[in-house]
């Protein structure tokens, strides 16, 4: 039984929870309910989840149990991310003799029951994200229906038994990241039924098992990366039905041509031992180039010369050849690579110049072209997406452009050190010219390369040195004058609107700003002696002033969005510190300790994705939030607007929204309709959004409420990786945040006047609505169906769930580029959160366990 058919029962299971559950006096022992009731019981007493256990109604109401439709025996437990504690006690639930589906993942379990291998009915084990650290017993084989079997992520060690022979179903198998010790298991070979396999960042090493590529006739996907694994690249030459394979950082051996066959996608052979000429693969007529998509084979021995064509390889999206032995040869020719994001071909003995070719890479993030022997001057590059350049260690020279320039204060990584470039700008901080352009200083400097300095050291060093500190000294006495007497005016390096103002050493308040929908006044004397806290740079002296400086004085056009809390300004700090700047200009009932004191305990919480809150002002009665600039944008605008103000370095005024490039899965450039198209994509943001949701509601002592869940709450990072903004901020008005205010946005609102963690239950549930149906939660248009007269979202798909019409709402952008079964699913999902009754809503954790069973694979 799949994931989405245990979605499936489990949602009808909490569709009819409010028809069951009377409480009984006494459970009948030896029965399933008994069992299953006991090991909750015994598991969650001391978790703080444990309240979610009505231990006196039937275990078949609950939401983590499925039964049969005599609801007398318990066929599934999915029952993930709870606090179960401790080893699983004997006489619960090794004894459901019609179990099928366990899945107890992201708990804290220690070990096995001595009577778990008794569940001979078991078809998906999923114990991933456990504290197990024990030998995996051979009683594995007991398990002869199992088709999934999930130990990632726990501390299991020894060796892994040969008892997986007994194991004909089989399909899928994963053990990452733990500590198996042994060799491959010649077992593993009759698992003839496996699609996926995954042994990766574990200790196996010694040979693969004889007959192991030819064991699998249904494997597409196999990893074995991060062991010590040794063998030659004809081991898998005969895999005819893979399409991923990584066996990066073993010890494998031989002709790197071998590997290419089938129709491989993903590829990563990096940190082998691999040689041969790769210019070889071109005419290997089993290898469908067109397929592939991720290639990775750097730190190998490959000699030779390059591929003699990768044009068939138009999918191509990362290509990593650095560090290998290639013949002295120039630049790889990459010109049909439209697609590429990641090009590093550091240390491949490239001569010449940089091929004009890479100026057609629009969609190119990563650039790695260091330690070469390239010569020239810089090719033209675009600049939309790229946020990592390293040119460092080559014979480049001439100026580096302007446009250029301009670019590198919004990248994440550049360095071009060691080359004979000329940098004329004195605006890069002392940190990044002693680290980008090593060899320069503040004039019109040489980032020379080190040949050079090599040649003149040694000739007078102590009379260079004498004079270097001579000219530093001096440099700092004229710097202090010009502070005496009034600083220059700065030129900044970003493409937002400049005010033609002078920047004094002392500006005088207050200060009043204006937007569409607010004035906010910092009532602040002296801009210069209002601190800026950046918490984890404690020794950055930022000002009210430098937050002047970064946003052009607070110009419109540096506006990013405007919520109930305040408008939000792009900007960047010195030292290139990109932020994104929330201005709360609701005012607040805290005093300036109260509130500095919440704002730095919310910067303490860290997750994968919430928005980190980098720092804060205190100006006046304005509480200023300064965040992690998020790069592509808030999830409202990604789905229905243009970007509001400047959201990225180019000039939006002449770009229209159909022109905007993106890639062919739609996920690259904010202001792109592309970029929301794949079912794959909105699900991830939907199980990120949930994921953060659920740490602020039972990962944070005491639980934090958002109250303002919604779209444009929602933002993609560098990465696409969706993160929650504005976390906790309503706590800092205390009571002076209006009602209105502390519920939340028209739309996202539950129709209840308290606030509780239910309430953001609420705003996620219409988010989800909105990411599978493509609509807005009010104000849009909702075709009427059998008289449902919907006057929002919510009304509209729920009316249409209960008509188990929901395929009718899918976005029709998103048919036939996803599982639309899935799709209805996440519907339902939507529905159980934007119930009337607040309890009837399942908890973060629950929806993020429902999401996952819907997860694309």
Not at 198 to 224: I, R
Not at 597 to 615: D, F
Request: charged residues 20%; contains cysteine; hydrophobic residues 40%.
């Amino acid at each position: 039984m799949g994931f989405a058919l245990l979605g499936s029962i489990l949602i009808l299971t909490l569709f009819l929870k409010s028809n069951l559950g009377q409480q009984q006096e006494q459970l009948i022992p030896n029965t399933d309910e008994f069992f299953i009731s006991s090991f909750f019981e015994k598991m969650g007493r001391n978790s703080s989840s444990s309240h979610v256990f009505n231990l006196s109604s039937s275990v078949c109401s609950w939401q983590f149990v499925f039964c049969d439709a005599k609801q007398q025996n318990v066929i599934g437990l999915v029952a993930p991310n709870l606090g179960l504690t401790g080893p699983i006690p004997d006489n619960t639930i090794g004894k459901l003799k019609n179990l099928q589906i366990l899945d107890l993942n992201s708990n804290q379990i220690t070990d096995f029951s001595s009577d778990f291998w008794s569940l001979v009915s078991l078809k998906t084990l999923n114990l991933s994200n456990n504290k197990f650290s024990v030998n995996l017993p051979s009683n594995i084989d007991n398990f002869e229906s199992l088709e999934k079997l999930d130990l990632s992520f726990n501390n299991f060690s020894g060796s892994l038994p040969d008892s997986f022979d007994s194991l004909p179903s089989l399909q899928v198998l994963n053990l990452n990241r733990n500590q198996f010790e042994s060799i491959v298991p010649l077992g593993i070979i009759r698992c003839h039924s496996l699609i996926s396999i995954d042994f990766s960042m574990n200790s196996f090493h010694g040979s693969l098992p004889d007959g192991f590529d030819t064991a699998f006739p249904k494997l597409k996907s196999l990893n074995l990366a991060g062991n010590g694994i040794r063998g030659r690249g004809s081991d898998f030459s005969k895999m005819v039905s893979l399409t991923y394979l990584n066996i990066s950082k073993n010890l494998f051996t031989g002709a790197v041509v071998e590997i290419f066959k089938g129709p491989l996608e993903v590829v990563d052979l990096s940190s082998n031992h691999f040689e041969g000429h790769i210019s070889q693969v071109n005419f290997s007529s089993s290898f469908d180039w067109s397929r592939l998509v991720h290639l990775d084979l750097s730190d190998n021995q490959i000699s030779g010369m390059f591929f003699s064509n990768l044009s068939q390889a138009h999918n191509l999206k990362h290509l990593n050849l650095a560090k290998n032995r290639f013949s002295k040869q120039s630049f790889i020719h990459i010109d049909e690579l439209h697609n590429l994001e990641y090009l590093n071909l550091s240390k491949t003995n490239l001569i010449n110049r940089i091929g004009d070719g890479i100026s057609k890479l629009n969609h190119l993030k990563t650039l790695d072209l260091s330690s070469n022997h390239l010569s020239g001057k810089l090719p033209l590059l675009s600049f939309k997406t790229l946020q990592n350049l390293d040119l460092s260690n080559n014979n480049l020279t001439g100026d580096i452009p302007l446009s250029l320039l301009q670019k590198l204060p919004w990248m994440e990584r550049f360095n071009f050190s060691y080359n004979n470039l000329t940098l004329c700008d004195s605006e890069f901080s002392l940190e990044t010219l002693q680290t980008a352009f090593i060899g320069s200083s503040n004039g019109c400097p040489i980032a020379a390369n080190p040949t050079l300095f090599r040649r003149k050291i040694h000739r007078h060093r102590g009379l260079k040195l004498a004079l270097g500190l001579a000219i530093t000294l001096i440099c700092l006495l004229v710097g202090l004058l010009l502070c005496a007497f009034g600083c220059r005016k700065k030129t900044r390096m970003w493409d937002v609107k400049q005010e033609s103002y002078t920047e004094k050493c002392a500006i005088s308040g207050p200060f009043s700003f204006r937007t569409d929908s607010t004035t906010w006044v910092a009532d602040v004397k002296i801009a210069s002696l209002v601190p800026v806290v950046i918490f984890e740079k404690p020794l950055l002296n930022f000002t009210f002033s430098d937050l002047l400086s970064a946003t052009s004085n607070f110009d419109r056009d540096t506006l990013l969005a405007e919520g109930q809390f305040g408008p939000v300004y792009r900007g960047v700090l010195g030292g290139g510190v990109h932020v994104a700047i929330k201005v709360l200009v609701h005012g607040s009932t805290m005093t300036d300790q109260e509130a500095a004191t919440e704002l730095e305990y919310l910067g303490r919480i860290k997750h994968p994705n919430l928005v980190p809150l980098m720092g804060y002002c205190l100006a006046g009665e304005q509480r200023i939030a300064i965040y992690d600039y998020m790069e592509n944008g808030n999830l409202h605008n990604l789905l229905y607007d243009l970007p509001l103000g400047v959201q990225v370095t180019e000039d939006w005024s002449t770009d229209t929204w159909e022109e905007t490039e993106t890639d062919e899965n739609g996920i690259q450039n904010v202001g792109s309709e592309a970029l929301l198209i794949t079912w794959r994509f909105r699900h991830k943001i939907a199980l990120g959004t949930a994921r953060a949701l659920a740490f602020l509601h039972h990962g944070c002592s005491p639980p934090i409420i958002h109250r303002d869940v919604k779209a444009s709450s929602v933002y993609l990072d560098y990465n696409l990786e969706p993160r929650l903004s504005d976390f906790g901020l309503a706590k800092i008005f205390g009571n002076g945040v209006s009602d209105e205010t502390g519920r939340g946005s028209t739309g996202y609102s539950p129709p209840e006047a308290t606030v509780s963690p239910k309430s953001d239950v609420y705003g996620f549930g219409v988010i989800l609505l909105e990411l599978i149906t493509g609509k807005k939660p009010v104000g849009d248009e909702y075709p009427d169906e059998d008289n449902l007269k919907a006057t929002g979202l919510v009304d509209w798909v729920r009316g249409l769930v209960r008509m188990n019409h929901g395929s009718i709402a899918i976005d029709p952008k998103m048919r036939g580029v996803g599982d639309e079964g899935q799709m209805v699913e996440g519907l339902k999902i939507g529905y159980l959160c934007t119930a009337d009754v607040p309890a009837k809503r399942p908890s973060m954790q629950q929806v993020v366990g429902l999401l996952k069973d819907i997860e694309p694979k």
